[in-house]
């Protein structure tokens, strides 16, 4: 994921600290901020979930006029592939 936004042209923070944890990985763009959370071998509302439990969305919510953008990912470890993501927008 790093190097995809790397090469877009995209600056790509990971392992963001808050309160509570660390965000994998955060990508902030003109139009929108991203909290990307990884799991292997467990669901990508797990990770959804995480993002929400732990507050990684509270410090990009004065982020004006930026949609806020939460993608939970899932890793298959028997298959090395994403096995399940999803997004939701909003804080």
Known sequence: I?????LLGYYIHTE???AVGRA???CV????VYVF?????SSAEAALRQI?????MIPFRNETGKKL??????????TRSLDDWLVEYGA
């Open 2 to 6: 790093y190097l995809i936004f790397s």
């Open 16 to 18: 963001v600290k808050s």
């Open 24 to 26: 994998d990985a955060v």
């Open 29 to 32: 763009t003109d139009e929108a």
């Open 37 to 41: 959370e990884f799991k292997v071998d």
């Open 52 to 56: 929400d439990d732990r507050g990684y």
């Open 69 to 78: 953008v939460k993608v939970g990912v899932n890793i298959s470890s028997s």
